[in-house]
C-alpha cells in the first residue's frame, strides 16, 4: 500500500503517463534520503515523502533554509512555518538531535515554508504529537483557504476539512463507491 501511495503521488505531481515511463520505488534506493531531499529542494510542490530527507548535522532551521534557497525561493516564510509547528525553540539544535516528531516537524516546515500551492503529504502525521496534529491541521486550513490544495495518503485521522474528498473505499459506504465528485 505504501508503494502504490508514493508512486500514485508521484504520478499525480508529474504528470506521468505509466504506459510511457518506467516507474520505480525509490524507498529501494539507498541514497533514497538524498534523493529526497534534492527533490524537496527543486520541486514546485510541497512534497513530504516518508523519509524526513533532513541533514543530521545542519540545524531544523538550516535544513529549511538550504531547501527553500536551493530551489530559489524567498525564506520569508521560514520563521512563520518554525513558529507554525513550533519549531522555534529547536531551531538552532541539529537535525540529528531532534526527535522523531521534530524532525517530522521540520520536514513539513520545508512544505509550509515553501509557498507551493499544491502540498503532496504522505503520512504526515507519523510521529506527531496531538498538539503537533493540530497544528498541522491548522496550517493545512490556512493554506486551503488561500487557494492551496493538499493531497495526503494517512492512516490517522486527519482533519482536511468538511469539503475535502476521502479516496479511501473503505470509507464510503455502498460498496465502497466513491463520491460523484472524486469519480
Not at 516507474?23 to 514546485?44: D, G, I, K, T
Not at 535544513?63 to 518554525?82: C, F, K
Not at 499544491?118 to 496550517?139: C, F, I, K, M
Amino acid at each position: 500500500r505504501q508503494a502504490t501511495r508514493e508512486v500514485a503521488a508521484g504520478m499525480i505531481a508529474g504528470g506521468v503517463d505509466p504506459d510511457d515511463c518506467i516507474l520505480f520505488n525509490q524507498s529501494y534506493v539507498p541514497e533514497h534520503a538524498m534523493l529526497a531531499w534534492v527533490f524537496n529542494c527543486v520541486a514546485r510542490v510541497g512534497w513530504l515523502g516518508h523519509a524526513d530527507a533532513l541533514k543530521t548535522a545542519l540545524t531544523a532551521r538550516e535544513n529549511v533554509e538550504a531547501a527553500l534557497r536551493i530551489a530559489g525561493q524567498s525564506t520569508d516564510r521560514l520563521g512563520n512555518a518554525m513558529e507554525t509547528l513550533a519549531l522555534t525553540r529547536l531551531a538552532e539544535l541539529p537535525a540529528g538531535w531532534l526527535s522523531s516528531g521534530q524532525r517530522r516537524r521540520t520536514a513539513l516546515a520545508r512544505v509550509l515554508a515553501s509557498g507551493a500551492v499544491l502540498w503532496l503529504l504522505d503520512e504526515p502525521t507519523v510521529g506527531l504529537d496531538v498538539a503537533s496534529v493540530a497544528a498541522l491541521e491548522r496550517a493545512i486550513a490556512a493554506h486551503r483557504a488561500t487557494g492551496g490544495m493538499v493531497i495526503a495518503a494517512t492512516h490517522t485521522a486527519l482533519d482536511l476539512g468538511d469539503d475535502a474528498v476521502n479516496l479511501d473505499p473503505a470509507a464510503h459506504g455502498d460498496a465502497g463507491r466513491l463520491p460523484e465528485a472524486a469519480a
